[in-house]
Every structure is written in C-alpha cells, then in structure tokens.
Nanobody, 122 residues
C-alpha cells in the first residue's frame, strides 16, 4: 500500500505560479512511476503529467506543455508539479497517483492521493 498526500494548492491569479507536492509513505517510492491528474467540475479526470521511476521519461498533456514541469526526488519520496503561466482553465482538483509504469490512462494507476484544489482567477 502506498499513501499519497498532496500539498501546495490554492488560489492564484492568471499568469501566476504554484508548485504542488505529493509525499509518498513508502520507501519503495522509487519503484513507482508517478502521475498528476486533474478534474474540473463536470469533467472527466485527465492526465496532466507523469514521470518514470527514475525520472528519465516524462509525459505531458498538450494543454500544459511548456507551462508545467513534473519532477521527483526519490530521496524525499516526493513528486512535484511546477505550474507556471496559469490560466483559469487550469482550475481543478489535482491528484497525484502511483503506477508500476509511466502512462496516460487513469486505469494504469493503483494508488491515489486525496486531491488538492487549484483555483486560477481571471
């Protein structure tokens, strides 16, 4: 079992930045690929970014490429999502998740955090 806890959400003006963190409970954190997903009201949960266990492979949704950066620190059992140039359409609950391999599909991820609200005002 892997427990994930997100932090760093909040309210920011359009054009601003936020950094989300996700701390994992297990020392085997480095064995898992990690992903960030988001879900806006009335919409499906969608991939934002993902990173392989060693950090060599990253994937991004087209909507966030060039603005968001995913990274991880295996020594701290933590994955990060740096979000720059935020837009109102980025408003959502952001979830981190763990999977055996890096991927884009929700079904590939076994463990989920409780979510962190990100609100971008115009």
């Amino acid at each position: 079992q892997v427990q994930l806890v997100e932090s760093g959400g909040g309210l920011v003006q359009a054009g601003g930045s936020l950094r989300l963190s996700c701390a994992a409970s297990r020392r085997t954190f480095s064995n898992y690929a990690m992903g960030w997903f988001r879900q806006a009201p009335g919409k499906e949960r969608e991939i934002v970014a993902a990173i392989s266990w060693g950090g060599a492979t990253t994937i991004y949704a087209d909507a966030v490429k060039g603005r968001f950066t995913i990274s991880r620190d295996n020594a701290k059992n933590t994955v990060y999502l740096q979000m720059n140039s935020l837009k109102p359409e980025d408003t959502a609950v952001y979830y981190c998740a763990a999977a055996p391999f890096v991927g884009r599909s929700r079904s590939e991820y076994n463990y989920w955090g409780q979510g962190a609200q990100v609100t971008v005002s115009s």
